[in-house]
């Protein structure tokens, strides 16, 4: 059982800045980062696999970037420009496809964006 752990979420200021990190106990071939805030469904966020080919949501294109360091089974998602809306607890995912998530997640980590 592949376990991932997150840290980096916190309080930030419309047009802030925050970077997350997730690492995982195991080699997984695609990882991601998805969504929820208050009342509304889980969403994706951004995915990558371990060429570095990567898939974003509309929402986020522009602002969030999302990388990864295959030795040290790392996954980064910097987010700029953060808008109110970006608030939610953001997951770590892995085991998945690059639009579907996999059955490994992390604990989440709250991020708000709030001034």
């Known amino acids: 059982q592949v376990q991932l752990v997150e840290s980096g979420g916190g309080l930030v200021q419309p047009g802030g800045s925050l970077r997350l990190s997730c690492t995982a106990s195991?080699?997984?071939?695609?990882m991601g980062w998805y969504r929820q805030a208050p009342g509304k469904q889980r969403e994706l966020v951004t995915t990558?696999?371990?060429?570095?080919?990567?898939n974003y949501a509309d929402s986020v294109k522009g602002r969030f970037t999302i990388s990864r360091d295959n030795a040290k089974n790392t996954v980064y998602l910097q987010m700029n420009s953060l808008k109110p809306e970006d608030t939610a607890v953001y997951y770590c995912?892995?085991?998945?496809?690059?639009?579907?998530?996999?059955?490994?997640w992390g604990q989440g980590t709250q991020v708000t964006v709030s001034s």
């Open positions: 995912n892995g085991g998945g496809t690059l639009v579907r998530a996999g059955r490994y």
């Open positions: 195991g080699s997984i071939f695609i």
């Open positions: 990558i696999d371990k060429t570095g080919y990567t």
